[in-house]
Nanobody, 115 residues
Framework: QVQLVESGGGLVRPGGSLRLSCAAS????????MGWYRQAPGKQRELVAV???????NYGDSVKGRFTISRDNDKNTVYLQMNSLNPEDTAVYYC?????????WGQGTQVTVSS
């Protein structure tokens, strides 16, 4: 079984920064993709940022230039540095892990951007 433990969400003022972490544990051979999605109230879940096994990345259009995804392979952990946050970034952020044949989701962490 694979577990994803997210941390780092919270309340931040517009223009502020937050760093999310997601640590994967359990039995898996190789991570193909690991990253973040988000879902705001009344909206569909959308891509934030993912990192592929080779190190390439993909970002959602609304976060390009503001968010940066990184990882620590030794810890099976992925990070999301979020800068210049605005109220439209308010959502539940979900960590996602894809291995061969399976996709796993974390429980989600709330990010609220408000003055």
């Amino acid at each position: 079984q694979v577990q994803l433990v997210e941390s780092g969400g919270g309340l931040v003022r517009p223009g502020g920064s937050l760093r999310l972490s997601c640590a994967a544990s359990g039995s898996f051979f190789r991570i193909n993709v690991m990253g973040w999605y988000r879902q705001a109230p009344g909206k569909q879940r959308e891509l934030v940022a993912v990192m592929f096994s080779g190190g390439s990345t993909n970002y959602g259009d609304s976060v390009k230039g503001r968010f940066t995804i990184s990882r620590d392979n030794d810890k099976n952990t992925v990070y999301l540095q979020m800068n210049s946050l605005n109220p439209e970034d308010t959502a539940v952020y979900y960590c996602n892990l894809e291995v061969v044949g399976r996709s796993y989701w974390g429980q989600g962490t709330q990010v609220t951007v408000s003055s």
